[in-house]
């Protein structure tokens, strides 16, 4: 938004709200105008565990990749 110059401060709590929920945040803009926001999220998954294990057992290092920001890592 930044790049574009489009002004967030409208939804900037709203925007703050959400990413302190472990929210991802997509805004979308037209017209250098906000038209939607999108937040997303994912929740680990009952066979996360056991994949993991059985991938670790395979000699295979599992890694945790994520889009966690300091925010988030700090509640």
Request: glycine share 6%; aromatic share 2%; no cysteine.
């Amino acid at each position: 938004m930044l790049e574009n110059n489009i002004e967030v401060v409208e939804i900037e709590s709203r925007l703050n709200d959400l990413e302190a929920n472990g929210k991802t945040v997509l805004i979308m803009a037209q017209d250098k105008k906000i038209v939607g926001i999108l937040a997303l999220a994912d929740t680990v998954k009952e066979t996360s565990a056991g994949a993991i294990s059985k991938f670790s057992r395979m000699g295979i290092d599992v890694y945790m990749v994520t889009g966690d920001n300091r925010v988030q890592l700090m509640l």
